[in-house]
């Protein structure tokens, strides 16, 4: 995978959270915008570019995991990497509330799983294997840039970040957006000029080895 022909110069930025318009979907352009601060989440034909100023971020060390999700994780087995397409599928799905995951950005990151950037996390059910959450995203050293998730049962999606939090280790899951459910689990806000700092840290350092 060659260099971008796109730059991303957070210096250039607006103090608000769609940064760009345009540019496209190749491998090569959605991770130097991850690297740069930035990820792509189109509104019907136009492709945008985020960076929020005010970012979504879990410290794996800082999951909460109620009382009550440790009684669900029970009936649940996780996996990694298992069923990447039917987990950002199931995300896609046009039934869901806000679903804005179209055939382009669907397709850029199937591409991108096959070339060893995107990961999965699915959640099965114990007793018949059925898949009934788990979420996607794209891994760029020890940064897990967290894209969707999904749940089918009750408390699958937060089974997944759980899991996610164990392999991403000593590394940073970005949200994106915190949103109350995500608080839930240890989510916190911090502002987007704190967020570009950490990148240099946890892009350039090598990733888990659970996505090897």
Same mark, same amino acid.
């Given at each position: ?6 730059? *991303? ?8 959270? $769609? #940064? ?17 601060? %930035? *990820? ?15 970012? /979504? ?18 009936? *649940? ?5 298992? &069923? ?5 599928? &199931? $995300? ?17 990151? #199937?591409?991108?799983?096959?070339? @060893?950037? %995107? ?6 059910? &114990? ?6 959450? @788990? ?24 089974? %997944?970040? #759980? ?5 991403? /280790?000593? /590394? ?18 911090? @502002? ?21």
């Amino acid at each position: 995978m060659g260099p971008s022909v796109w730059d *991303f110069d957070a210096s250039r930025w607006p103090d608000d959270d $769609c #940064v760009a318009v345009g540019a496209d979907l190749a491998p090569s352009t959605i991770v130097a915008a991850y690297r740069a601060g %930035a *990820f792509p989440m189109p509104d019907g034909r136009d492709l945008l570019w985020w960076s929020p100023m005010r970012r /979504g971020i879990l410290r794996p060390d800082d999951v909460h995991e109620s009382r009550s999700l440790r009684r669900s994780m029970r009936r *649940f087995t996780t996996t990694v990497d298992t &069923a990447f397409t039917e987990v950002i599928d &199931a $995300c896609a799905d046009p039934s869901r509330p806000g679903a804005w995951i179209d055939r382009r950005v669907r397709d850029a990151y #199937v591409r991108l799983h096959s070339l @060893g950037w %995107a990961h999965s996390i699915e959640v099965r059910d &114990a007793d018949d294997g059925a898949l009934v959450g @788990g979420l996607y995203g794209l891994s760029v050293g020890r940064l897990f840039a967290g894209e969707s998730m999904f749940h089918r049962r009750t408390d699958a999606s937060k089974a %997944a970040m #759980v899991h996610l939090a164990e392999v991403v /280790g000593d /590394g940073l899951v970005d949200v994106q957006w915190s949103t109350p459910h995500l608080a839930s689990m240890g989510v916190v806000e911090i @502002g987007r000029a704190d967020y570009l700092d950490l990148l240099p840290s946890l892009v350039d350092d090598p990733g888990p080895t659970a996505w090897a």
